[in-house]
């Protein structure tokens, strides 16, 4: 089948969801990833300057997208310094045209929009092993690919904890008046953490494409001793961005039921039917002073307690090396481990990035 690759338009959206929809990632419960109702909205938090392409066949009537990939860019910190950095994602194959050429289109693609030694991201689920196979052998056509860190994705559920309380410390939602010394404190930490985004707070007064459907109250402030210690977003996703049960594996299909009976009655997290979403507030844009776990563990408590509840768990994920992801593992959760790469298209342009500064992961834009 012969295949062309094309910039992704507005009137690629039907298929584009299509496709999505109909290629779940692998484990024993498959999920789907989805963009619905328009995949571009999605697209457009993942990278602030999308570039979304499809490949398709002229052979056929219509233009029926048999894959797609985004390679957009994003402002990121890499070792101090604000750089555009370019995030390889999205990246699904019809199998009908896996074994093709079709992969090495979409990498010739990008190495034709791409410097030797400008950077990009790319994460992959630690279940999709053979992508994963894909991306560690060096071959023709590749890019020079290193690994690293690993980031962990956590689903945290339950009521939250006395314990996780204490009287000098302060959480409650952000005002417009908070603006200033937030966007300090981004400033000020941002820097030191290897992959963070920039952000300009200012926008949520008037929210682009970059904070959909966001607003200040959705930021929680962390105030220890009445100084501003932390700060995280929280941000409902699924009018835009939805992950979807496609399949359970046989045991988890049996069990599902007795298992649901017992999360009704200790609040945790329910399994939906095969089609259904899961529910979840994802947390963002965390920043505490000094990696603080314990303050970030009495923010998780508060979320728990408060908005929360209005869904079955908090989404979170931390690159393993990040304190703070030793956070939610006090709470009862399920996890999903991916592993992040750094690459260059030539091999003598090998990234140096410092080992002393703490990976940030950020799901919400993953």
């Given at each position: 089948?012969?295949?062309?690759?094309?910039?992704?338009?507005?009137?690629?959206?039907?298929?584009?969801?299509?496709?999505?929809?109909?290629?779940?990632?692998?484990?024993?419960?498959?999920?789907?990833?989805?963009?619905?109702?328009?995949?571009?909205?999605?697209?457009?938090?993942?990278?602030?300057?999308?570039?979304?392409?499809?490949?398709?066949?002229?052979?056929?009537?219509?233009?029926?997208?048999?894959?797609?990939?985004?390679?957009?860019?994003?402002?990121?910190?890499?070792?101090?310094?604000?750089?555009?950095?370019?995030?390889?994602?999205?990246?699904?194959?019809?199998?009908?045209?896996?074994?093709?050429?079709?992969?090495?289109?979409?990498?010739?693609?990008?190495?034709?929009?791409?410097?030797?030694?400008?950077?990009?991201?790319?994460?992959?689920?630690?279940e999709n092993h053979s992508f994963l196979a894909t991306m560690?052998r060096p071959r023709k056509l590749m890019p020079d690919l290193?690994?690293?860190?690993?980031?962990?994705?956590?689903?945290?559920?339950?009521?939250?904890?006395?314990?996780?309380?204490?009287?000098?410390?302060?959480?409650?939602?952000?005002?417009?008046?908070?603006?200033?010394?937030?966007?300090?404190?981004?400033?000020?930490?941002?820097?030191?953490?290897?992959?963070?985004?920039?952000?300009?707070?200012?926008?949520?007064?008037?929210?682009?494409?970059?904070?959909?459907?966001?607003?200040?109250?959705?930021?929680?402030?962390?105030?220890?001793?009445?100084?501003?210690?932390?700060?995280?977003?929280?941000?409902?996703?699924?009018?835009?961005?939805?992950?979807?049960?496609?399949?359970?594996?046989?045991?988890?299909?049996?069990?599902?039921?007795?298992?649901?009976?017992?999360?009704?009655?200790?609040?945790?997290?329910?399994?939906?039917?095969?089609?259904?979403?899961?529910?979840?507030?994802?947390?963002?844009?965390?920043?505490?002073?000094?990696?603080?776990?314990?303050?970030?563990?009495?923010?998780?408590?508060?979320?728990?307690?408060?908005?929360?509840?209005?869904?079955?768990?908090?989404?979170?994920?931390?690159?393993?090396?990040?304190?703070?992801?030793?956070?939610?593992?006090?709470?009862?959760?399920?996890?999903?481990?991916?592993?992040?790469?750094?690459?260059?298209?030539?091999?003598?342009?090998?990234?140096?990035?410092?080992?002393?500064?703490?990976?940030?992961?950020?799901?919400?834009?993953?």
């Amino acid at each position: 089948m012969k295949l062309e690759v094309s910039r992704a338009q507005p009137g690629d959206n039907g298929e584009i969801l299509s496709l999505l929809s109909n290629i779940p990632q692998p484990g024993n419960i498959s999920l789907s990833f989805e963009r619905s109702p328009n995949y571009f909205h999605g697209a457009a938090i993942s990278a602030e300057d999308p570039e979304v392409f499809i490949l398709h066949s002229p052979e056929r009537e219509s233009r029926s997208t048999l894959g797609i990939f985004n390679i957009g860019t994003r402002r990121l910190f890499v070792n101090g310094e604000l750089q555009r950095v370019r995030y390889l994602h999205d990246l699904r194959l019809d199998p009908s045209v896996r074994g093709t050429r079709a992969l090495s289109m979409a990498f010739q693609t990008t190495r034709e929009m791409m410097a030797d030694d400008e950077l990009f991201q790319a994460v992959v689920l630690e279940e999709n092993h053979s992508f994963l196979a894909t991306m560690m052998r060096p071959r023709k056509l590749m890019p020079d690919l290193t690994a690293k860190g690993s980031i962990e994705t956590s689903l945290i559920h339950g009521r939250g904890a006395k314990r996780f309380q204490a009287p000098s410390v302060d959480i409650r939602p952000a005002t417009l008046d908070d603006l200033p010394a937030m966007q300090a404190l981004l400033d000020e930490e941002g820097p030191k953490r290897q992959y963070f985004h920039y952000h300009d707070l200012n926008e949520l007064k008037d929210p682009g494409p970059w904070y959909r459907a966001l607003s200040v109250s959705d930021y929680y402030l962390i105030f220890e001793d009445g100084e501003l210690a932390g700060l995280a977003g929280t941000w409902d996703q699924k009018p835009f961005k939805q992950t979807r049960v496609a399949a359970y594996s046989k045991p988890i299909t049996l069990g599902r039921p007795l298992y649901n009976v017992w999360a009704k009655a200790t609040r945790g997290m329910p399994l939906p039917r095969v089609g259904g979403c899961l529910s979840y507030l994802t947390l963002h844009t965390v920043v505490i002073r000094n990696h603080n776990t314990s303050l970030f563990r009495m923010l998780i408590n508060a979320l728990l307690q408060g908005p929360a509840r209005a869904y079955d768990a908090i989404a979170c994920g931390f690159f393993t090396a990040d304190p703070l992801s030793h956070g939610p593992r006090s709470f009862p959760r399920r996890t999903l481990l991916s592993h992040h790469f750094i690459g260059t298209w030539g091999r003598e342009h090998r990234p140096w990035i410092d080992p002393k500064r703490v990976p940030h992961a950020d799901i919400a834009r993953l």
